[in-house]
């Protein structure tokens, strides 16, 4: 048996991921907003992953309860077409997309294999290396790729020889699923074809699957649904990695005091 911790867990393929182990007999801990939505069977911890102090204390209820973690599987995110600033003073797709998952991934004791269920190579993705926040020019797309590149970048800081955890970064194509979001006129369209035309929920998290199941030996993978990627692309530079990785410890210092 296995003891998976889902956040997102309570729509989408997170949903979808709690089910299919939850019937499988496994534990499964789901981490979402709204406790109407749990999956039945599955441990439930309400938290909003925005913020840090929330992240904080989600972590530490992990650790006490379960101390032995077979895989963390990162999928909560919410698409803004506005700017939105959290009570810490954060952009809210950069707190919510990217920096829950740093922490998550940092603050679980060792989890056998971490699955971030990104969007890994990105072209499109940069790092706005003097507007973190995008407080100049904020654009719903901007913030999401920017958010695809840093988790890029997260797990490249993260997976080192000789760490037990397994870092994998996953691609699950378009998925029909309930898209959350805030979408203006020129999104929703969007959001509205990949629920009429993407994957079946029940298909779209076999990928995710295999790699929970069978997680690739390297410290780093990356995958566009079952077909690897290079972790050698520019978008896994390890500078602009390490880079990130100090600014990110600093933004959460500013906040809450060091990770």
Request: some cysteine; proline content about 7%.
């Amino acid at each position: 048996m296995k003891t998976l911790v889902i956040t997102g867990g309570t729509d989408g393929m997170g949903k979808a991921l709690a089910r299919a182990y939850v019937e499988r007999g496994d534990t499964v801990v789901t981490v979402g907003r709204d406790p109407r939505k749990a999956v039945p069977g599955a441990a439930f911890i309400p938290a909003d992953l925005s913020l840090i102090s929330e992240n904080r204390r989600v972590i530490e209820e992990i650790n006490a309860k379960y101390p032995a973690v077979d895989a963390l599987v990162l999928c909560a995110r919410y698409f803004r077409t506005s700017r939105f600033v959290t009570a810490e003073g954060l952009e809210g797709t950069f707190a919510l997309d990217y920096l829950s998952r740093f922490l998550l991934s940092h603050g679980l004791h060792e989890p056998g294999v971490i699955v971030n269920v990104s969007g890994p190579g990105q072209p499109d993705g940069r790092i706005h290396w003097d507007d973190l926040l995008l407080e100049h020019g904020y654009d719903g797309m901007t913030a999401q790729f920017q958010a695809g590149k840093a988790n890029d970048l997260l797990g490249v800081a993260f997976a080192a020889p000789g760490r037990r955890t397994r870092y994998v970064l996953i691609h699950p194509g378009s998925v029909s699923t309930g898209v959350a979001g805030q979408f203006d006129a020129t999104t929703a369209p969007h959001a509205e074809a990949l629920k009429r035309y993407g994957l079946p929920v029940e298909e779209g998290i076999k990928p995710i699957v295999a790699r929970i199941d069978d997680p690739p030996a390297e410290p780093l993978s990356a995958f566009i649904r079952e077909r690897r990627i290079g972790v050698d692309l520019p978008s896994f530079d390890r500078g602009a990695a390490d880079r990130l990785h100090r600014l990110t410890l600093k933004l959460i210092g500013s906040r809450e005091g060091p990770i």
